[in-house]
C-alpha cells in the first residue's frame, strides 16, 4: 500500500518551486491525493494508451504529456487500471485548462493559428484585432481538455493545467 505523497515536500527536495502546478493524470484519474495513495504507479495505463502519451513521471506515477499527442478518451488506460486509481465514473474524464504563454507566435505578431486549426472542438477562436495579429482565445466551456493544440504548438506555448 502506497504511503501518502507529500507533493510540496518533494517538489522542495527536488528543488522545484512549492507551487509547481500538479501533472496531468490520465483521463478518470481521482482527485491527485487519493489518487496517489490509490495508484500502484505499475504502469499498466501507460503501455495500454495506442497515443503514447502517457509517460511514467515522477515516483513512476503516469502523466499525460501532451506534447507528445492527444487524448482520443478511448478509455484504454481506465480498463487496464486493476488498481482503481483510474475509473469511469470520474467526470470528465479529464479536467485541465489551457494557458498560453509568452512565447505564442500570434503574441509575439507573427501569423499562426496551429493550436486552432488542431482543435476538433472548436474551442480555440482568433478574434481580429484591427491592425494586429489575431491572438488565440480559448473557450473553456467548449474545450474537451483532449491536448491536441498542445502538440501543434510549434513553439510549445500552451501548457494544460490541471483543475483543481
Given at each position: 500500500?502506497?504511503?501518502?505523497?507529500?507533493?510540496?515536500?518533494?517538489?522542495?527536495?527536488?528543488?522545484?518551486?512549492?507551487?509547481?502546478?500538479?501533472?496531468?493524470?490520465?483521463?478518470?484519474?481521482?482527485?491527485?491525493s487519493i489518487f496517489t495513495d490509490t495508484c500502484?504507479?505499475?504502469?499498466?495505463?501507460?503501455?495500454?494508451?495506442?497515443?503514447?502519451?502517457?509517460?511514467?513521471?515522477?515516483?513512476?506515477?503516469?502523466?499525460?504529456?501532451?506534447?507528445?499527442?492527444?487524448?482520443?478518451?478511448?478509455?484504454?488506460?481506465?480498463?487496464?487500471?486493476?488498481?482503481?486509481?483510474?475509473?469511469?465514473?470520474?467526470?470528465p474524464a479529464l479536467a485541465v485548462r489551457l494557458?498560453?504563454?509568452?512565447?505564442?507566435?500570434?503574441?509575439?505578431?507573427?501569423?499562426?493559428?496551429?493550436?486552432?486549426?488542431?482543435?476538433?472542438?472548436?474551442?480555440?477562436?482568433?478574434?481580429?484585432?484591427?491592425?494586429?495579429?489575431?491572438?488565440?482565445?480559448?473557450?473553456?466551456?467548449?474545450?474537451?481538455?483532449?491536448?491536441?493544440?498542445?502538440?501543434?504548438?510549434?513553439?510549445?506555448?500552451?501548457?494544460?493545467?490541471?483543475?483543481?
Amino acid at each position: 500500500m502506497n504511503q501518502a505523497v507529500n507533493l510540496s515536500r518533494r517538489n522542495l527536495l527536488k528543488g522545484r518551486a512549492i507551487d509547481t502546478p500538479l501533472p496531468v493524470r490520465p483521463p478518470g484519474a481521482a482527485p491527485e491525493s487519493i489518487f496517489t495513495d490509490t495508484c500502484t504507479a505499475c504502469g499498466d495505463c501507460v503501455a495500454a494508451c495506442p497515443e503514447s502519451i502517457i509517460i511514467s513521471g515522477s515516483a513512476g506515477y503516469p502523466e499525460i504529456n501532451f506534447r507528445l499527442g492527444e487524448c482520443t478518451f478511448c478509455s484504454a488506460c481506465i480498463d487496464s487500471c486493476e488498481d482503481g486509481a483510474l475509473s469511469q465514473s470520474v467526470q470528465p474524464a479529464l479536467a485541465v485548462r489551457l494557458q498560453l504563454g509568452e512565447k505564442c507566435l500570434a503574441r509575439r505578431q507573427v501569423v499562426c493559428q496551429s493550436c486552432g486549426d488542431a482543435c476538433q472542438a472548436k474551442a480555440i477562436r482568433f478574434p481580429p484585432r484591427l491592425g494586429k495579429i489575431a491572438i488565440p482565445d480559448i473557450d473553456e466551456e467548449l474545450c474537451n481538455s483532449c491536448g491536441a493544440c498542445v502538440a501543434a504548438c510549434p513553439e510549445n506555448a500552451l501548457e494544460a493545467i490541471p483543475n483543481g
